[in-house]
């Protein structure tokens, strides 16, 4: 719902036409956008009055055709002003803000063809983003885009080349081809920068090369050709500019900004949740996790690979319950499991591979609508080329159109679809808990990765991997921390009256024990109303306090042993809590070693924490009822 709306749209062709340049200012006026078309097109970004990207290039390449760079004259400039705000079905706060000033900036060949494209840009008090609109009056293929990101220094930067591979330190001349998006660079103390790309729908995916001939630049690489028989624009190409890497965290916002309004007239049937994923793959167990869901206000169970048979077998069919003998004996009476679930409001979710989605999607979607399913796992789903873009977002359309919700898992990384089609609740593309990272790697994606959107993150907590990625009260504070609408908890636990398989999925699986430790997941929301990135540093320590109704919960991580105050800022001033503190404690006795203790607190509290080695804090905090 718009609360505000401001727009403002002029055209001046006479004044344009004599012009070299466009000036587009951010509505603070702390950032500048400079298009220019002197030799070829380029462009140059300011912020505070220190340049963030140095004068850079623009345009793209065809095959068959010449690129549309240079020999170039500015027809006309429509300008537009918004001021609005937007309320989520699901977010991180329960309200966005959206304010740009926005300019489309026609162009024309002053030789033959003579085409004519337009560059639209939006500059935010966030940051900066522009996209290319073509023409198409015959068939088009773009093979390069040629746009550029120049730097005046080697600025230290954190580097992946894959979604869910390691991150390392290194500098923009040290920059691999193919380096994941969002890519973070710390230019000053008080200057951090994302680059990336919003609302990806049927593009070639965009990653960041070096230069070959400038190690300061980086290119915009494409994954592989697209191609267009009608008019098109290209994803949005973005610089987020803020004075932290918190705060880069906390306007990610500026993303879903990009990405259309929700295309769902009714969304009432979305609802995001804890999640328990069913390890043995049989009837019993499948009821045990929908007991302990209901018990423990998770919403959601789900059976992952293997309840249609050998998820990389072309012939199993995710069209009939047929349990892969190597993963469990069963048997699975799936439909009873579904309506056993209905009777406690507990929903299931199944995983599909790529290989079963792409020969029976149209099949599996309706047919799983009919069951009762509410959700599906998109699994190991091919990324990249037009043509698989294309068709993964096609998919989440028509998974729509079943009112089914949507993970999905690998390398898809977030480019804010969810808010157009927020049935698409959440995706991995991130160095989840399957590959244990420690916190060192965690307080990285934190504040890298987690720009993009919602990460399927499968928190554990009784696993023995546990103690090796950092502690248990670290896990607590990594579920707080790792947003997530559908947030999958206990992910390598499994209820104590579930059976254990001998060789089978579950025999691998830790026992969940009927510990207070329980009563956080217990509690834990999946979606908030704000949030507040209180401190941050990549890859050393972080915490993030959110809020849900009255309720804050803080998360707290680091990598090395530290001390530090945390005031109590964010809570309202007229009223007095308790808080209910997750802490590590190495001298109890107890299996997982967490304490829990409860003190009344307010906004003047100054709270001392004290963490060891790759330790965390969780802490929620409830006002008191009078």
Known sequence: MNKFLLVLCFISNSLILQAKEVKVLSPDKKTVLIFSTGNSLSYSISYAGVQVIANSPLGLEFENDNPLSENLAIVSAKRKLVNEQWNPVYGEKNTYSDNYNEVTIQFKEHKEPFRLFSVTSRVYNEGVAFKYNVPATKQVIVSRELTGFKFTKDYPSWITGAAQAKYSRGNISK???????PYVIEMEQNRFIALGEAALVDHARMKFSRSAKDSLMLVAALDGKAVYN?????PWRFVMIAESAGKLLENNYFILNLNHSSALVDASWIKPGKVIREVTLTTTGGKASIDFAAKHNLRYIEFDAGWYGHEYDNASSALAVNVDPSRSAGPLALQEIIDYGKLKDVGVILYVNQRALSRQLDSILPLF????????????????SQQNTSWLHEAVRKAADNQLMIDIHDEYRPTGYSRTYPNLLTQEGIR????????HQVLITMFTRMIAGAGDFTNCYFAPRVNNMGSHASQ?????CIYSPWQFVYWYDRPDDSPRQKGGAGSTA?????????????ALPTVWDDTKVIEAKIGEFGTIARKSGDDWYVGTLTCKARNFALPLLFLNKNKQYEATVYNDDASLLTPTKLAIKKMNVNASTVLNIQLQPKNGQAIIIRPIKN
């Open 230 to 234: 009608t008019d098109f624009s290209t």
């Open 369 to 384: 609508k009919s069951w009762g399913v509410k959700g599906i796992k998109y699994g190991f789903v091919n990324v990249g």
């Open 510 to 522: 830790s026992v969940i024990s009927e510990i207070p430790d329980l009563s956080f997941y217990d």
């Open 432 to 439: 989840g808990e399957e590959e244990s990272p420690d916190n």
């Open 476 to 480: 607590m504070a990594k579920a707080i």
């Open 175 to 181: 920059t691999v081809n193919g380096t994941e998006r």
